[in-house]
């Protein structure tokens, strides 16, 4: 059974900085794909980055390219999600997800999904 855990989420003001890490277990992922989707209140659940673990190819939203990086730690099997320049408008629920094959945009397309983080960016 895949377990994600996700932590690093908070309160930070407007141009700083957060680092929330996933961590994965139960299986070997080297066929899987992880990302982070992001549901703000009221509006419907969005991807923000994914990265396929076996290669490392990076996926990311328009509104966050160039801000955020995805990566991973094969060591740790853990994904990361280094977000930097946060704007208000990222507030929201973070959660990580992971699927059998490549990266997806659509989220109903995950089938293990974490708890989820909540960040909060103020001004």
């Known amino acids: 059974q895949v377990q994600l855990v996700e932590s690093g989420g908070g309160l930070v003001q407007a141009g700083g900085s957060l680092r929330l890490s996933c961590a994965a277990s139960?299986?070997?992922?080297?066929?899987?794909?992880v990302a982070w989707f992001r549901q703000a209140s009221g509006k419907e659940r969005e991807f923000v980055a994914g990265i396929r673990w076996s290669g490392g190819s990076t996926y990311y939203a328009d509104s966050v390219k160039g801000r955020f990086t995805i990566s991973r730690d094969n060591a740790k099997n853990t994904v990361y999600l280094q977000m930097n320049s946060l704007k208000p408008e990222d507030t929201a629920d973070y959660y990580c997800a992971a699927r059998l094959g490549p990266t997806q945009a659509l989220y109903d397309s995950y089938d293990y999904w974490g708890q989820g983080t909540q960040v909060t960016v103020s001004l």
């Open positions: 139960g299986r070997t992922f080297s066929s899987y794909a």
